[in-house]
């Protein structure tokens, strides 16, 4: 990890403490909209920021990328009235405000503190979290709090980086700590941080789909199916059954006959797969613009009025929600922000290889380690504030590692 020379101002407090924020469960609820403490913050410090006068200048060129699609996000939001555009559009300036937070300070961050305070940070959430529930009686499920269970995929993803970027952690610390995290993750009960661990962790011992990735990946499958019959808790048992059983769970069918869902299924396979069904329908009726931003909520209840409340919830994946509320002009423009951030952020990584900063192998397992999982967990979850903020990070990462190329640049014309 590379230190900045020193900093006039830090400003490297400010990430990790709006991180906090972002995944406090601190809201006010109105009639259309939720106010969150991250809201809050992130307009008190934007304000601060821009009020007092600071000599960063810079571009920020990943908001440029960001802007097309969020235009479009609102602009078609108003399909579904004006309250819902009113909600968006707040949103989205709320989203802007960060953005530009970032900007202010990113020249006025030591990004080695950041980052380990941004690991920390998560830790901690995830500990407040196993806290609160274990007090409430629940050991198992660690889920009941929504805006905190976030926590446990972005710890998951910085445990992986921080181990591939510091080669001077040993082995063993790396491997024990790797087994405790999965354990919690596993009575965590998030299913979307468990697939992304295992995937980082393949992804750090294996290069490429070979025989032996396919062996353990066998072996891991048979020792887990193995372990299903000898699993105490019922919670854990039933979450290891319906993994297991992937393929046959999804009966959104048997949900709209009885009510209910069969005891191998699980409340999100079934809603998943249900709103799969009805976005087909939906997509193939307006292509081109979509049905409007958040009107599939709109439609089912309307619709499907007789069927459970989780049945009805949103679409859980960004990338399936836009394709079907923004149809495939937003679709394209959101997968411009994916692919434009990408092949920037490869460029630079490939100037830190070429200087010999990281290796090749770092170099790719930071950039597809960091992008599978990001892209793996907007593509699982509803469309909130906090998956636009990821791909808003992923959008302006670029800039920040920008700036260590100026940095190093600088220090070689001394």
Known sequence: MITINKLKKDYT????????????????????????????LTIIIFFFLYIKKTDNNEKLIGLNYLLPFFFIHILFSYKVG????????????????????????????????????????????????????????????????PDTRIAFTIFTILFFLYFKINKKEKEIKYFISSI?????????????????????????????????????????????????????????????????????????EYVMQTGNINYEDTYSNVQRAFSLDISKKLFLENPIFGIGTNYYVTYVADNYSYLPSFMKLSIHGEFQRILVENGLVGFCFYLFIWFK????????????????????????????????????????EASSLRSFILISVVSILPEFLNMIKKEINVKKNL
């Open 82 to 145: 004006f309250n819902n555009l009113l909600k968006e559009l707040i949103q989205m300036i709320i989203i802007i405000f960060f953005i530009l937070i970032l900007l202010k300070v990113k020249n006025n961050l030591n990004l080695k503190k950041t980052f380990n305070y941004l690991i920390v940070s998560s830790g901690v959430i995830i500990v407040y979290v196993i806290y609160y529930h274990i007090s409430n009686g629940i050991f198992a499920g660690w889920k009941t709090l």
């Open 180 to 252: 405790i995290l999965f354990t919690i993750l596993i009575y965590s009960g998030e299913r979307k941080a468990q697939a992304i661990f295992i995937v980082l962790f393949l992804l750090n011992y294996f290069k490429g789909i070979g025989i032996r990735s396919v062996i353990i990946i066998f072996i891991f499958y048979n020792i887990t199916l193995f372990s299903q019959d000898h699993i105490s808790n019922p919670y854990i048992k039933h979450k290891v059954e319906t993994t297991l059983n992937f393929f046959n769970t999804g009966n959104f």
């Open 341 to 380: 951030s990408f092949f920037r952020l490869k460029k630079i990584m490939n100037y830190f290889t070429e200087i010999e900063i990281i290796s090749q192998e770092a170099k790719n397992y930071i950039i597809y380690g960091f992008f599978l999982s990001i892209m793996f967990y907007v593509g699982t």
């Open 13 to 40: 407090l400010i990430i990790p403490f709006l991180l906090i924020a972002l995944f406090s469960n601190i809201r006010l609820d109105f009639d259309f909209f939720i106010i969150r403490l991250f809201d809050i």
